[in-house]
């Protein structure tokens, strides 16, 4: 008699066997019970685990989610514009408020480029009309501060991103020179954010809001302005059509346009990597955990076969023995639910407040929850119903089933290993469902960690190969006051500067005028700048250019096409020869020769790229370059931007590993249990404890083994493809997927066994040491 029915006699010595069909619900609770308090380690870590799972799904949907990103929060708050119209003059509202779709308009508003002189350094700003009161479309979030004030005429409110990169705060000094020349002091009155302009530096130039009287001191000169719309749609499934609609209406006084789309894909690049990275593992990791809690519960299950059968014998039917089995194997993974739960809630509200605004809705929320108890549900129910079919025996024999040799035995002996690892090789694959269980429990997770190792290994290719995601150039150089040549002479001088490229960039309307795009034009058709080609040819005569994988979705082409854009005002036709790693604008990107532009947008350069040599310090460089008068910019790796994904790596590493280890443990459990009686045999026979131990680390090491190995190989096949899938998918393009080292995986594939066979020592010492009369009772 196991000790569970034990207890529930104990507690009830008269008249419990006739009660036990008409309350049995009061004796499952107590079998439930006794037999959490007897495996509380093996019942923490199954909870720990299905924790771990649903906080990296929780995380992974808040990230990805729509409503979680910065964008919509700021957007919705502030009633913001869908589109923004850039034109000359400005245009006829009553026209554009006629558009169909349109429920709202913003301005019009002038705009000014400026300049702002900022420790030794000058920025490019954009100078934005606005009115004393907060306007009720297209509204900035005051978040420090206060507005604008007719009375303090030289307050300026700037956008939030920009004044924390530039360092600045309310009362801070705003020095701004027009394109005049004239320099005027302004002061900052408040820091706010905006859902109508993405992040800076990802979205430049730095945005400020400004009276019109000062918009007017700074820049007198209309011809030099422009104007700005905003336009907010009942629908914002109509953006195309409407921004179709008023280029067609205002015809060529329009400039260039900007979506709703834009800025929020600018806002979130680095949270939609992170957050697809974050739910590849946590859906990975969902089904290591559902095949350790079927491990656990059919290992659990397995032990308390003569209880069930004595169990069966006193009345217990098989709905009865699957529903208690369900209900105590369930709970534990429900219990990791709920905890998981809070967990994620915490992480995303508290640990993650600097990105996420808007916490996960109730509907993701649910669905992850549901989804996770369903299989659990499932991964516990299979055991369950093979203990119900339990014949109601109460001397049921717990002894595993025979057979033959294994074919690994075998080879044991032909080689003539030791007695010890024969056993071990025998023992393995006695059962084989567990051990095919147990060897995916393993593989999964090691799998996904040679992913993540695989991820690191991009990351570290970035670092160390700027050049492969376009950075050949560290440096770029903007002339200021000084004259494009008088700046590239300056640059040239220094002695770690090999290169200079010159360089535009300019925003051009795709062919159906609905949106602008990037375009970049540095280097000479001839002299091109080393751009990172991955398919096709880098462009060698005037009209050739090379795009990012963004831009090609977007436009439908592919390389040898022929694409006309409108840079300007000027028609621009070029043929697409190439395809580039492109990090910024999510690949939306055309590049080409400086000498393809019109000369009124090639001349004069707006910058200079600097390619340095190799081993030069570009922040020493820099620091040269500005004390020359030179206004410099130091290129910001994707890696830096991403370096929040080595943690998640690590974190994520962590609770795999944790399922991992769950897992062992339940297959060393299983196994000591089944060969209980071998073990007080060979003990008797004259085994050693070391030989006894050296036994059942065997028969767990091989699984384990087999599971890494098999995990790694699939891992480190799969890591490049699954990386270039998400760069194709991002925009960035295919061919930034770097496998891992075969140096690192060979590290954590034996750190993976070497830390298995540590922990399957526990249960093996414990066996080794127990004397035989008790081992064989």
Same mark, same amino acid.
Request: proline share 7%.
């Given at each position: 008699?196991?000790?569970?029915?034990?207890?529930?006699?104990?507690?009830?010595?008269?008249?419990?066997?006739?009660?036990?069909?008409?309350?049995?619900?009061?004796?499952?609770?107590?079998?439930?019970?006794?037999?959490?308090?007897?495996?509380?380690?093996?019942?923490?870590?199954?909870? &720990?685990?299905?924790?771990?799972?649903?906080?990296?799904?929780?995380?992974?949907?808040?990230?990805?989610?729509?409503?979680?990103?910065?964008?919509?929060?700021?957007?919705?708050?502030?009633?913001?514009?869908?589109?923004?119209?850039?034109?000359?003059?400005?245009?006829?509202?009553?026209?554009?408020?006629?558009?169909?779709?349109?429920?709202?308009?913003? +301005?019009?508003?002038?705009?000014?480029?400026?300049?702002?002189?900022?420790?030794?350094?000058?920025?490019?700003?954009?100078?934005?009309?606005?009115?004393?009161?907060?306007?009720? &479309?297209?509204?900035?979030?005051?978040?420090?501060?206060?507005?604008?004030?007719?009375?303090?005429?030289?307050?300026?409110?700037?956008?939030?991103?920009?004044?924390?990169?530039?360092?600045?705060?309310?009362?801070?000094?705003?020095?701004?020179?027009?394109?005049?020349?004239?320099?005027?002091?302004?002061?900052?009155?408040?820091?706010?954010?905006?859902?109508?302009?993405?992040?800076?530096?990802?979205?430049?130039?730095?945005?400020?809001?400004?009276? $019109?009287?000062?918009?007017?001191?700074?820049?007198?000169?209309?011809?030099?302005?422009?104007?700005?719309?905003?336009?907010?749609?009942?629908?914002?499934?109509? =953006?195309?059509?409407?921004?179709?609609?008023?280029?067609?209406?205002?015809?060529?006084?329009?400039?260039?346009?900007?979506?709703?789309?834009?800025?929020?894909?600018?806002?979130?690049?680095?949270?939609?990597?992170?957050?697809?990275? !974050?739910?590849?593992?946590? @859906?990975?990791?969902?089904?290591?955990?559902?095949?350790?809690?079927?491990?656990?519960?059919?290992?659990?299950?397995?032990?308390?076969?003569? #209880?069930?059968?004595?169990?069966?014998?006193?009345?217990?039917?098989?709905?009865?023995?699957?529903?208690?089995?369900?209900?105590?194997?369930?709970?534990? /993974?429900?219990?990791?639910?709920?905890? +998981?739960?809070?967990?994620?809630?915490?992480?995303?509200?508290?640990?993650?407040?600097?990105?996420?605004?808007?916490? @996960?809705?109730?509907?993701? =929320?649910?669905?992850?929850?549901?989804?996770?108890?369903?299989?659990?549900?499932?991964?516990?129910? !299979?055991?369950?119903?093979?203990?119900?079919?339990?014949?109601?025996?109460?001397?049921?024999?717990?002894?595993?089933?025979?057979?033959?040799?294994?074919?690994?035995?075998?080879?044991? @002996?032909?080689?003539?290993?030791?007695? $010890?690892?024969?056993?071990?090789?025998?023992?393995?694959?006695?059962?084989?469902? =567990?051990?095919?269980?147990?060897?995916?429990?393993?593989?999964?997770?090691?799998?996904?960690?040679?992913? /993540?190792?695989?991820?690191?290994?991009?990351?570290?290719?970035?670092?160390?190969?700027?050049?492969?995601?376009?950075?050949?150039?560290?440096?770029?150089?903007?002339?200021?006051?000084?004259?494009?040549?008088?700046?590239?002479?300056?640059?040239?001088?220094?002695?770690?500067?090999?290169?200079?490229?010159?360089?535009?960039?300019? #925003?051009?309307?795709?062919?159906?005028?609905?949106?602008?795009?990037?375009?970049?034009?540095?280097?000479?058709?001839?002299?091109?700048?080393?751009?990172?080609?991955?398919?096709?040819?880098?462009?060698?005569?005037?009209?050739?250019?090379?795009?990012?994988?963004? !831009?090609?979705?977007?436009?439908?082409?592919?390389?040898?096409?022929? &694409?006309?854009?409108?840079?300007?005002?000027?028609?621009?036709?070029?043929?697409?020869?190439?395809?580039?790693?492109?990090?910024?604008? #999510?690949?939306?990107?055309?590049?080409?020769?400086?000498?393809?532009?019109?000369?009124?947008?090639?001349?004069?350069?707006?910058?200079?790229?600097?390619?340095?040599?190799? +081993?030069?310090?570009?922040?020493?460089?820099?620091?040269?370059?500005?004390?020359?008068?030179?206004?410099?910019?130091?290129?910001?790796?994707?890696?830096?931007?991403?370096?929040?994904?080595?943690?998640?790596?690590? $974190?994520?590493?962590?609770?795999?590993?944790?399922?991992?280890?769950?897992?062992?443990?339940?297959?060393?459990? !299983?196994?000591?249990?089944?060969?209980?009686?071998?073990?007080?045999?060979?003990?008797?026979?004259?085994?050693?404890?070391?030989?006894?131990?050296?036994?059942?680390?065997?028969?767990?090491?091989?699984?384990?083994?087999?599971?890494?190995?098999? /995990?790694?190989?699939?891992?480190?096949?799969?890591?490049? /493809?699954?990386?270039?899938?998400?760069?194709?998918?991002?925009?960035?393009?295919?061919?930034?997927?770097?496998?891992?080292?075969?140096?690192?995986?060979?590290?954590?594939?034996?750190? $993976?066994?070497?830390?298995?066979?540590? &922990?399957?020592?526990?249960?093996?010492?414990?066996?080794?040491?127990?004397?035989?009369?008790?081992?064989?009772?």
């Amino acid at each position: 008699m196991g000790p569970r029915v034990a207890e529930l006699l104990h507690d009830h010595p008269q008249g419990w066997v006739m009660r036990v069909i008409g309350g049995s619900g009061r004796a499952e609770v107590r079998w439930i019970r006794a037999d959490l308090r007897a495996r509380r380690g093996q019942a923490l870590l199954t909870i &720990v685990a299905v924790a771990g799972i649903v906080t990296a799904l929780i995380t992974a949907a808040t990230l990805l989610e729509d409503g979680t990103n910065p964008w919509r929060g700021l957007f919705e708050r502030g009633r913001g514009a869908h589109v923004w119209i850039h034109t000359k003059g400005v245009p006829d509202v009553a026209a554009l408020r006629g558009l169909g779709g349109v429920t709202d308009i913003a +301005g019009p508003y002038r705009s000014a480029p400026a300049t702002l002189a900022e420790r030794g350094r000058k920025v490019p700003i954009a100078l934005q009309e606005s009115t004393a009161e907060l306007p009720p &479309v297209a509204r900035p979030l005051l978040r420090e501060g206060r507005w604008l004030d007719a009375g303090n005429p030289e307050g300026v409110v700037v956008e939030q991103s920009f004044a924390r990169a530039l360092g600045l705060r309310p009362g801070s000094p705003f020095p701004v020179t027009g394109l005049n020349g004239a320099t005027h002091t302004l002061v900052v009155a408040g820091l706010a954010e905006s859902g109508d302009q993405g992040f800076y530096p990802e979205w430049t130039p730095g945005l400020a809001w400004t009276l $019109a009287p000062t918009l007017t001191m700074v820049e007198p000169a209309p011809g030099r302005t422009e104007t700005v719309t905003g336009l907010r749609l009942a629908d914002a499934a109509y =953006t195309d059509i409407v921004v179709q609609q008023a280029v067609i209406t205002l015809r060529n006084q329009v400039q260039r346009v900007s979506t709703w789309r834009e800025v929020r894909a600018s806002m979130e690049l680095d949270n939609r990597l992170l957050g697809l990275l !974050l739910a590849l593992f946590g @859906l990975a990791g969902l089904v290591a955990a559902a095949l350790a809690l079927a491990n656990a519960a059919g290992g659990r299950i397995l032990t308390q076969l003569r #209880d069930i059968a004595t169990l069966k014998s006193l009345g217990f039917t098989r709905g009865q023995v699957i529903r208690m089995l369900v209900a105590e194997h369930g709970t534990l /993974g429900l219990a990791g639910i709920a905890l +998981g739960l809070v967990a994620g809630r915490l992480i995303t509200t508290y640990a993650l407040s600097g990105t996420v605004v808007v916490p @996960l809705s109730p509907g993701p =929320t649910l669905a992850i929850a549901a989804g996770t108890a369903l299989v659990v549900l499932v991964a516990v129910w !299979l055991p369950a119903w093979r203990g119900g079919v339990t014949p109601p025996i109460p001397a049921a024999p717990a002894s595993p089933p025979g057979g033959r040799l294994s074919r690994l035995a075998r080879l044991a @002996l032909l080689v003539r290993l030791p007695p $010890a690892l024969v056993l071990g090789a025998r023992d393995a694959f006695t059962r084989p469902a =567990t051990a095919a269980l147990t060897v995916a429990g393993v593989a999964v997770p090691m799998m996904m960690i040679t992913i /993540g190792l695989g991820c690191w290994a991009t990351l570290d290719d970035f670092i160390r190969h700027p050049e492969q995601v376009g950075q050949a150039a560290a440096l770029s150089v903007r002339p200021g006051d000084l004259t494009a040549q008088e700046a590239l002479g300056r640059a040239m001088a220094d002695p770690d500067v090999v290169t200079a490229y010159p360089g535009v960039e300019l #925003d051009a309307l795709v062919p159906w005028q609905t949106r602008t795009v990037r375009t970049r034009a540095l280097g000479l058709s001839g002299d091109p700048y080393p751009f990172p080609v991955v398919e096709g040819r880098m462009f060698r005569d005037r009209g050739e250019a090379v795009a990012g994988q963004g !831009l090609l979705d977007l436009l439908g082409v592919r390389i040898g096409d022929r &694409v006309r854009m409108t840079i300007g005002g000027t028609p621009l036709i070029v043929k697409i020869v190439g395809r580039v790693i492109e990090p910024e604008q #999510d690949g939306e990107v055309l590049s080409f020769g400086i000498d393809s532009l019109a000369a009124k947008d090639a001349t004069p350069p707006q910058f200079y790229s600097l390619v340095l040599r190799p +081993g030069a310090d570009p922040g020493e460089v820099r620091r040269r370059l500005e004390s020359r008068s030179l206004e410099v910019d130091q290129a910001v790796n994707p890696a830096d931007r991403l370096a929040v994904i080595r943690l998640i790596i690590v $974190a994520l590493v962590a609770v795999l590993a944790l399922i991992g280890l769950a897992n062992l443990l339940t297959a060393s459990a !299983l196994g000591l249990r089944d060969h209980l009686l071998d073990l007080a045999v060979l003990k008797a026979m004259g085994l050693t404890p070391r030989q006894v131990m050296a036994t059942l680390v065997t028969g767990t090491g091989l699984l384990v083994t087999a599971g890494a190995v098999l /995990g790694g190989a699939a891992g480190a096949s799969l890591s490049k /493809g699954v990386i270039d899938l998400e760069g194709r998918s991002s925009g960035v393009g295919a061919g930034i997927g770097r496998a891992p080292t075969p140096g690192m995986l060979a590290a954590a594939v034996l750190v $993976a066994i070497g830390a298995s066979l540590l &922990v399957a020592l526990i249960p093996a010492r414990r066996a080794a040491r127990a004397q035989v009369p008790v081992t064989a009772r």
